[in-house]
């Protein structure tokens, strides 16, 4: 079972937690920044979506997800604030 789980793995390289952690070492605000840009262009894909003019449908998912890791750690960091 190992050896199929290695092969998966170097079959598709994980780049989520690379995500995840490079926007750990960024800043509240700069999380902030972040989230407006991608509000913006997830905004942006939805009307290309809506007139066919879409180059890349996947990049509404990749923005969807982003959108959600950058709230993940902004509620990450609230509670972390309050509980101490």
Same mark, same amino acid.
């Given at each position: 079972?190992?050896?199929?789980? $290695? /092969? /998966?793995? @170097?079959?598709k390289? &994980?780049?989520? &937690?690379?995500?995840? @952690?490079?926007m750990?070492?960024?800043?509240?605000? =700069?999380?902030?920044?972040? #989230? *407006?840009?991608l509000? %913006?262009?997830?905004? &942006? #894909? %939805?009307? =290309?979506? @809506? $007139? &066919? =003019? #879409?180059?890349?449908? @996947?990049r !509404?998912?990749? *923005? %969807?997800?982003? !959108?959600a890791?950058?709230?993940? #750690? =902004?509620?990450? %960091?609230?509670?972390?604030?309050?509980?101490?």
């Open positions: 079972m190992a050896k199929a789980a $290695t /092969k /998966k793995a @170097a079959a390289p &994980n780049t989520g &937690n690379a995500k995840a @952690a490079d750990r070492t960024k800043t509240d605000d =700069q999380l902030s920044e972040a #989230l *407006v840009d509000k %913006r262009e997830a905004f &942006n #894909l %939805r009307f =290309q979506a @809506a $007139t &066919n =003019q #879409l180059e890349r449908p @996947a !509404i998912r990749e *923005v %969807r997800r982003d !959108i890791r950058i709230k993940t #750690l =902004q509620g990450e %960091r609230t509670r972390t604030a309050e509980a101490k």
